[in-house]
Protein backbone atom coordinates (compact mmCIF):
# COMPACT_ATOMS: atom_id res chain seq x y z
CA UNK A 1 0.00 0.00 0.00
CA UNK A 2 1.12 3.44 -0.38
CA UNK A 3 2.83 5.44 2.44
CA UNK A 4 2.99 8.99 1.81
CA UNK A 5 5.68 10.89 3.37
CA UNK A 6 5.88 14.60 3.39
CA UNK A 7 8.71 16.92 3.79
CA UNK A 8 9.49 20.81 3.43
CA UNK A 9 7.76 22.50 5.92
CA UNK A 10 9.28 25.66 7.88
CA UNK A 11 8.82 28.67 9.22
CA UNK A 12 8.67 31.62 6.50
CA UNK A 13 7.81 35.49 6.25
CA UNK A 14 4.32 36.49 4.85
CA UNK A 15 5.13 36.70 1.00
CA UNK A 16 7.72 34.09 0.97
CA UNK A 17 7.32 30.68 -0.30
CA UNK A 18 8.00 26.82 0.26
CA UNK A 19 8.03 24.16 -1.61
CA UNK A 20 6.49 20.85 0.19
CA UNK A 21 7.44 17.08 -1.17
CA UNK A 22 5.72 14.24 -1.02
CA UNK A 23 7.26 10.95 -1.62
CA UNK A 24 4.33 8.11 -2.04
CA UNK A 25 6.05 4.57 -1.88
CA UNK A 26 4.26 1.64 -2.64
CA UNK A 27 2.12 3.71 -4.91
CA UNK A 28 0.33 1.27 -7.30
CA UNK A 29 -1.98 1.57 -10.02
CA UNK A 30 -4.84 1.33 -8.17
CA UNK A 31 -3.84 5.27 -6.58
CA UNK A 32 -5.20 7.67 -9.44
CA UNK A 33 -4.40 10.86 -7.62
CA UNK A 34 -2.39 12.52 -4.55
CA UNK A 35 -4.15 15.72 -2.50
CA UNK A 36 -2.89 18.06 -0.16
CA UNK A 37 -5.03 19.15 2.55
CA UNK A 38 -4.35 21.20 5.99
CA UNK A 39 -5.46 21.83 9.17
CA UNK A 40 -4.65 24.78 11.06
CA UNK A 41 -5.50 25.01 14.98
CA UNK A 42 -8.86 24.82 16.21
CA UNK A 43 -9.82 24.39 12.56
CA UNK A 44 -11.09 21.21 9.99
CA UNK A 45 -8.99 19.67 7.90
CA UNK A 46 -9.41 21.49 4.32
CA UNK A 47 -8.59 20.76 1.07
CA UNK A 48 -5.64 22.17 -0.74
CA UNK A 49 -4.81 20.78 -4.47
CA UNK A 50 -5.03 17.50 -6.36
CA UNK A 51 -3.38 16.29 -9.00
CA UNK A 52 -4.03 12.59 -10.63
CA UNK A 53 -1.12 10.48 -11.81
CA UNK A 54 -2.13 9.38 -15.05
CA UNK A 55 -3.61 12.82 -16.81
CA UNK A 56 -2.08 15.29 -14.73
CA UNK A 57 -5.06 17.21 -13.78
CA UNK A 58 -4.59 19.47 -11.02
CA UNK A 59 -7.28 21.62 -9.36
CA UNK A 60 -7.08 23.88 -6.28
CA UNK A 61 -9.07 25.57 -3.41
CA UNK A 62 -9.97 29.40 -4.12
CA UNK A 63 -7.89 30.12 -1.19
CA UNK A 64 -4.72 29.62 -2.93
CA UNK A 65 -5.52 29.41 -6.51
CA UNK A 66 -2.86 31.47 -7.99
CA UNK A 67 -0.33 31.05 -5.72
CA UNK A 68 0.05 27.28 -5.19
CA UNK A 69 1.32 24.95 -7.66
CA UNK A 70 1.00 21.38 -7.49
CA UNK A 71 2.88 19.31 -9.89
CA UNK A 72 4.19 15.49 -9.98
CA UNK A 73 7.02 13.15 -11.07
CA UNK A 74 5.62 9.77 -11.78
CA UNK A 75 9.20 7.98 -12.15
CA UNK A 76 9.87 9.02 -8.57
CA UNK A 77 6.60 8.80 -7.27
CA UNK A 78 7.01 12.40 -5.81
CA UNK A 79 4.42 15.12 -5.73
CA UNK A 80 5.22 18.53 -4.86
CA UNK A 81 3.12 21.93 -3.33
CA UNK A 82 4.65 24.74 -4.51
CA UNK A 83 3.61 27.48 -2.47
CA UNK A 84 4.45 31.30 -3.24
CA UNK A 85 3.19 34.86 -1.69
CA UNK A 86 2.13 33.05 1.59
CA UNK A 87 -0.25 34.76 4.03
CA UNK A 88 -0.27 33.91 7.73
CA UNK A 89 -3.59 32.39 7.09
CA UNK A 90 -1.60 29.61 5.24
CA UNK A 91 -0.09 28.22 8.45
CA UNK A 92 -1.21 24.76 9.09
CA UNK A 93 -0.36 21.25 9.12
CA UNK A 94 0.25 20.01 5.47
CA UNK A 95 -0.97 16.00 4.64
CA UNK A 96 -0.63 14.54 1.71
CA UNK A 97 -2.79 11.76 1.11
CA UNK A 98 -3.47 8.59 -1.67
CA UNK A 99 -6.88 8.56 -3.32
CA UNK A 100 -7.62 5.15 -5.05
CA UNK A 101 -9.90 5.37 -8.02
CA UNK A 102 -13.49 4.95 -7.13
CA UNK A 103 -13.59 6.49 -3.59
CA UNK A 104 -14.91 9.14 -3.84
CA UNK A 105 -14.78 13.08 -4.79
CA UNK A 106 -11.06 14.17 -5.08
CA UNK A 107 -11.97 17.26 -2.63
CA UNK A 108 -13.62 15.28 -0.22
CA UNK A 109 -10.61 13.76 2.77
CA UNK A 110 -12.62 11.30 3.52
CA UNK A 111 -12.31 9.80 -0.19
CA UNK A 112 -8.54 9.30 0.93
CA UNK A 113 -7.16 6.09 2.21
CA UNK A 114 -3.56 6.60 3.21
CA UNK A 115 -2.26 9.98 4.64
CA UNK A 116 1.32 10.92 5.12
CA UNK A 117 2.23 12.29 9.53
CA UNK A 118 1.57 16.00 8.12
CA UNK A 119 4.38 18.91 7.81
CA UNK A 120 3.98 22.22 9.63
CA UNK A 121 3.88 25.64 7.70
CA UNK A 122 4.14 28.72 10.03
CA UNK A 123 3.86 32.32 8.01
CA UNK A 124 4.66 35.01 10.21
CA UNK A 125 3.30 38.93 9.53
Known amino acids: QVQPVESGGGLVQAGGSLRLSCAAS????????MGWFRQAPGKEREFVAF????????YSANSVKGRFTISRDNARNMVYLQMNSLKPEDTAVYYC??????????????????WGQGTQVTVSS
Open 51 to 58: ITWVAGTT
Open 97 to 114: AAHRAYRGPYLDARSYDY
Open 26 to 33: GRTSSDDA
